[in-house]
């Protein structure tokens, strides 16, 4: 485990080293402050001078404000595996003892807890729908664990960074679950299920737990067994 925390040690360092990832750490917070302070603004707008209100919206920006911010997060961790590959740091830790699952624990299990962290306090601080905690935590459990998939699906695409901003654009489809609960009518919706995003989404606008809670779980399972595999292979 001591290994695993070094490890963990040294991509804080690499992160904060590291200008356009550093920025990322921030940028939950000063999203939700936006959320928080911006879109009641630009309804109080359209509400006086085009009789249109964003209210009935409030859930699904929570939702994907929740699902989006560990996606974003992700980053950070996927372009970490990107540079130690390019410099042949990965295969090093291949003979340690944090070689394989203990070395993507340390790169992504770690980071998890801080994507968990912020959706917690970004959602119970910024929100705008009045969620509850408890709907917050649910939510929050699947968005990071989708957060964690979009890490390993950027890590086993791309081959570096360039390839790896390339293949973060494929991070917006995997968001468009939280879409498909509002604009698809029931239960063609449910095409949408593999996307872990659907069920945040589900949460936020039905309550739809412990339902919603087993399905998002098992589709970011499915996602991290895929990736996982691929990556591994790759690395």
């Known amino acids: 485990m001591s290994q695993t925390l070094k490890l963990f040690y040294i991509g804080l360092k690499q ?3 590291d200008g356009m990832l550093l920025m990322l750490l921030p940028a939950p917070f000063l999203l939700g402050a936006i959320v928080k302070w911006g879109v009641p603004f630009a309804n109080a707008l359209t509400e006086r001078y085009l009789s249109f ?11 994907f404000l929740i699902a989006l911010i560990p996606s974003m997060l992700s980053i950070i961790n996927a372009f970490l595996l990107l540079d130690e590959r390019d410099e042949g740091t990965g295969a090093y830790y291949q003979i340690t003892p944090v070689q394989g699952y203990g070395y993507l624990i340390a790169r992504l299990g770690l980071p998890s807890v801080w994507a968990f962290i912020c959706v917690v306090i970004v959602g119970g601080v910024f929100g705008i729908s009045g969620l509850s905690f408890g709907e917050t935590i649910l939510a929050d459990l699947i968005g990071t664990g989708a957060g964690t998939a979009c890490s390993l699906m950027i890590a086993a695409l791309a081959n570096n960074r360039v390839e790896g901003l390339a293949v973060s654009k494929l991070m917006g489809v995997t968001l468009l679950g939280v879409l498909a609960v509002w604009f698809i009518p029931a239960p063609y919706y449910y095409f949408a299920s593999f996307l872990p995003s659907f069920w945040v989404g589900l ?10 809670v087993l399905g ?8 991290i067994f ?6 591994l292979r790759h690395y």
């Open 226 to 231: 895929i990736f996982v595999r691929k990556f």
């Open 53 to 63: 209100s964003f209210v009935p919206w409030y859930a699904l920006i929570d939702a």
């Open 216 to 223: 998002g779980v098992l589709s970011c399972a499915l996602w």
């Open 203 to 212: 949460i936020a606008k039905q309550n739809a737990a412990p339902f919603a």
């Open 15 to 17: 992160t904060v080293s």
